[in-house]
């Protein structure tokens, strides 16, 4: 019986190809809310995509029942991971040991994706005797554009300033940029077992200030103290992230008012938001949901670290 089932279920791992393009974005569309850096880097890199499929060859979105994007980071929609029917069970446990002997030649550093998943991908790993150093929970979190729309104005202290922040901002900003994105990046984002960089900070920043709505709050003082901004645009969803305010300025409404006005600028262009946070960050948890933001999901972020 074991063998028939195997059988039955047998799961192909798909390069991606330009002629799987548009069943590709149909299907992560339909999940994009738990996906949405995935459906951001689905175009942008496709030799790092690959489809799931029971079938060896595909010809319609119906056939594909996932998608992985595998480079040192691995990112995914997994929508049979999110249930316990008899068939997706049978799934999960194929997806298990076919992704494990996928990952065979692979060296993964990052896990990032919604806890269903994210749960699978670690079980697969296991097999390899690959163990995560840490492993950071977070709730996804989705914008309710109704509730949203209720919500006043906030006003902006006096003399502050909201500044969007491009590639060629003045040197003496982009200075204060990047020492907002180290102390979130060390605060909010490094695990324990990894050195900070200050080289792929900068790349980051870069990337963000090339690619992303990126906002920063001034002071009278000519100091940038708080920024946000998005981090990955898909077709529906476009996901928040970067969030910060210098620890001596919180409890101001700084990082109200810079959510504020990009979701304000994400509703202008007719979609809606994401964002995911720490279980274990209270005071960001109550500010997202003040702005009516509501739990969806379990999210994961784990990191890999190699003695060799």
């Known amino acids: 019986t074991n063998k028939s089932t195997k059988i039955n279920f047998k799961m192909n791992i798909i390069p991606f190809e330009k002629k799987y393009y548009s069943i590709a974005q149909e299907f992560i569309q339909t999940y994009e809310k738990y996906s949405v850096i995935l459906s951001y880097k689905l175009f942008q890199k496709p030799e790092w ?156 920043l870069n990337n963000f200030l090339q690619n992303q709505y990126f906002i920063a709050l001034k002071t009278p003082s000519d100091e940038f103290v708080a920024k946000a901004s998005t981090n990955a645009i898909g077709k529906k969803f476009i996901q928040l992230g970067g969030i910060y305010t210098k620890k001596s300025q919180r409890r101001k409404g700084f990082s109200f008012i810079l959510i504020y006005t990009i979701l304000k600028r994400i509703l202008r262009v007719k979609k809606s938001a994401i964002l995911f946070v720490k279980k274990s960050n209270i005071p960001a948890i109550n500010l997202y949901k003040s702005l009516s933001f509501n739990k969806i999901s379990d999210y994961i972020i784990s990191y890999f670290v190699y003695n060799d």
């Not at 929508?79 to 069970?89: K, V």
């Not at 003496?172 to 200050?198: A, C, D, G, R, T």
């Open 49 to 204: 995509i690959f489809l799931l499929s029971q079938n060896q060859i595909i010809s319609s979105q119906e056939q594909i029942i996932g998608i992985v994007s595998v480079s040192r980071t691995i990112l995914h929609c997994l929508p049979f991971a999110r249930s316990t029917t008899p068939e997706n069970i049978l799934l999960q446990q194929e997806f298990i040991q076919t992704f494990a002997e996928f990952l065979k030649t692979k060296k993964v550093e990052c896990l990032n994706g919604e806890a269903f998943g994210s749960s699978l991908i670690l079980s697969a790993l296991k097999l390899n005797n690959i163990l995560p150093s840490t492993i950071n929970d977070y709730d996804l979190m989705e914008l309710n554009i109704e509730e949203f729309s209720k919500i006043p104005l906030p006003t902006l202290p006096q003399n502050h300033q909201i500044i969007r922040c491009k590639p060629q901002i003045n040197p003496h900003y982009k200075n204060q940029l990047l020492q907002l994105q180290k102390e979130y990046e060390i605060e909010e984002v490094l695990p324990p077992s990894m050195p900070f960089s200050e080289l792929a900070c900068k790349i980051r």
